[in-house]
């Protein structure tokens, strides 16, 4: 499967069935709805996967990312498509690791734009939403992917659903911290 990012190229991606890349229409929804926002943004990506809403967001000028992953392999293959993507003036950094004790040791009030995307059926949506506001730049939007059959709620700790938009399957759900 070939994964094309925004006339840059095309990521490398996984066998690895267990990885749902975010299809192409809602990466391309998320990024004209953050497009304003992406220059210069301090990116967090949860669940990476492929990495292609990282690779997305260096493309289009993001200044940091920081991605979190559970599969050494997965890590491997984001690590080289940031590499190849990201100009000389941006940094990443993928982390191997579980999404929520991962978090804790990430540096406080820093994100200003947060992707998070775990297989649709895990548990890991409250504990990781309800503890990302510690990470959250003044103003940040954090942005939940999950199936819109199993619709997130309102809430979640600090955050408030403020938008929520449906594409065939899946479901986005935009929070801002209260």
Do not use: H
């Amino acid at each position: 499967m070939s994964i094309r990012i925004n006339g840059a190229g095309a990521l490398k991606t996984s066998t690895d069935l267990s990885i749902r890349p975010t299809a192409s229409k809602v990466r391309a929804a998320v990024f004209n709805i953050l497009q304003t926002r992406i220059k210069g943004a301090n990116w967090l990506d949860i669940c990476a996967g492929s990495g292609a809403m990282g690779a997305e967001a260096l493309v289009r000028g993001a200044a940091n990312i920081v991605g979190i992953e559970l599969s050494a392999i997965a890590c491997q293959i984001v690590r080289e498509n940031w590499q190849k993507f990201a100009k000389s003036n941006q940094k990443f950094e993928i982390i191997k690791g579980d999404a929520f004790k991962t978090l804790r040791k990430l540096q406080p009030k820093y994100f200003n734009l947060v992707y998070f995307d775990p297989p649709y059926q895990s548990d890991l949506y409250q504990p990781v939403l309800t503890a990302l506001s510690p990470l959250l730049a003044d103003g940040a939007l954090v942005i939940a992917e999950c199936d819109r059959l199993r619709p997130l709620p309102d809430v979640m700790g600090d955050l408030i659903c403020c938008d929520r938009r449906q594409y065939g399957q899946t479901a986005l759900v935009f929070y801002e911290k209260e």
